[in-house]
């Protein structure tokens, strides 16, 4: 596996995102925190209800699933992550010790899947089955990203990170994520086919930044906080172009997930404070009037040393 820093390349099309709707989960006062979105546009995600429990939530059209929560949750926490064009959701909930563990779920039925009780957390799916998240193996004790291709499980974390997690692996088995750092900021990173890994993903201004989705085009969308500590959805385009969306009066944008057809799934937080859902399209341009943002310069060459022991909830 070889790590890169992402050099210059043949610079990629113009593209512009526009908003196409919003929705909230039925129910009063409900947190809506989308994640992933199928080739064939449906959703999975988060809610919150009135109390703060967290279930997971799937919505084709207009049309929402009863509430998600795996029978071992003991915590009122289960979160809804992945989704693929077979249905399959995979998600993570807490258990009666308070250890995230992963699910999948199907037809109604919850298949739980920790190889690593004390952390293991599934947060994306692709339409082979192959699928992707973070756990801390005992031999280590340093939370790693995973990937489990054609039944075969395999660690790696990003060097001289804290924390790496993998949020979505394509088709292709592209894959991508975020990582923290020992100052306990995040970059994004993403690992091609043939294992070697980009890092660090940051758009100029950034200060924390965190990939969340790709597609099989591997566009990539994510979000991340600037100094003034207003946070934006981005589109991420390789090697090294950013397309920034900030939903109209927010403050808090993030961009979690893209299908095949450039369908956008995210959130927003109104200036009430509650999280709604948003769609997005990514169409191409040629007008200039998509706000862009280049990458980041690391500030130096990327090289491993000893990993720090963290362990990280996921972010969402």
């Not at 995230?100 to 899947?113: D, K, Q, R, V």
Request: proline share 7%.
């Amino acid at each position: 596996m070889a790590f890169a820093v992402t050099g210059a390349q043949a610079a990629p099309d113009a593209l512009s995102i526009q908003f196409v709707s919003q929705f909230d989960y039925p129910g009063t006062n409900t947190q809506t925190r989308p994640q992933k979105i199928s080739d064939k546009g449906e959703i999975v995600g988060v809610f919150l209800d009135s109390t703060g429990a967290s279930f997971g939530f799937t919505v084709r059209g207009t049309q929402f699933s009863p509430p998600i929560k795996d029978p071992n949750d003991a915590a009122n926490l289960t979160e809804g992550r992945g989704i693929n064009n077979q249905r399959v959701v995979c998600g993570d909930y807490t258990d009666s010790s308070g250890a995230f563990e992963g699910f999948f779920f199907s037809h109604n039925n919850f298949t739980n899947y920790a190889p690593e009780p004390t952390f293991t957390i599934v947060l994306g799916i692709n339409n082979a089955g192959d699928f992707c998240g973070s756990e801390i193996p005992s031999s280590t004790g340093v939370q790693s990203a995973f990937t489990n291709i054609g039944g075969v499980l395999e660690d790696f974390v990003v060097p001289s990170a804290a924390a790496t997690l993998a949020y979505q692996i394509n088709s292709l088995n592209q894959v991508c994520g975020y990582w923290n750092d020992a100052n306990a900021a995040s970059h994004g990173w993403w690992m091609d086919t043939d294992g070697s890994v980009h890092s660090p993903i940051d758009p100029q201004g950034s200060t924390t930044t965190i990939i969340f989705g790709n597609n099989d085009k591997n566009l990539m969308v994510g979000r991340y906080l600037d100094a003034g500590g207003a946070t934006h959805g981005f589109l991420f385009q390789p090697p090294n172009r950013f397309v920034i969306y900030d939903q109209p009066g927010a403050t808090f944008t993030s961009l979690n997930g893209i299908n095949k057809k450039n369908q956008i799934v995210g959130r927003y937080t109104d200036p009430a404070g509650r999280d709604r859902g948003l769609i997005l399209q990514v169409v191409k341009t040629a007008d200039g009037s998509a706000r862009e943002l280049p990458m980041a310069s690391p500030n130096a060459p990327m090289k491993s040393w000893a990993n720090h022991p963290e362990n990280m909830n996921p972010a969402y």
